[in-house]
């Protein structure tokens, strides 16, 4: 998953070439998942989930990205 700050057509053209390089950070959101962080779907509204708290997202793409991660991580699948 990658999320551009700034420069998105800049982003998109060199990806879609595959050429120039982007500053990355990993970050590894098996503990978040592990710890019971997770995406719930209510009449079309994704709603991030930990323990009592349930917040909207305000960006249902992103709830979708981090939905397809919990799924991994239950499976064990590492990228």
Do not use: C
Request: charged share 15%; proline share 6%.
């Amino acid at each position: 998953m990658a999320f551009f700050a700034n420069g998105l057509h800049s982003g998109a053209v060199g990806i879609l070439k595959r050429e120039g390089t982007l500053p990355a950070t990993e970050i590894d959101l098996g503990p978040l998942y592990a710890a019971g962080f997770g995406i719930e779907w209510q009449g079309g509204v994704p709603l991030a989930v930990f323990g009592d708290k349930v917040v909207p997202m305000g960006h249902p793409s992103y709830a979708l990205l981090l939905s397809l991660g919990e799924v991994f991580h239950r499976h064990g699948v590492s990228l």
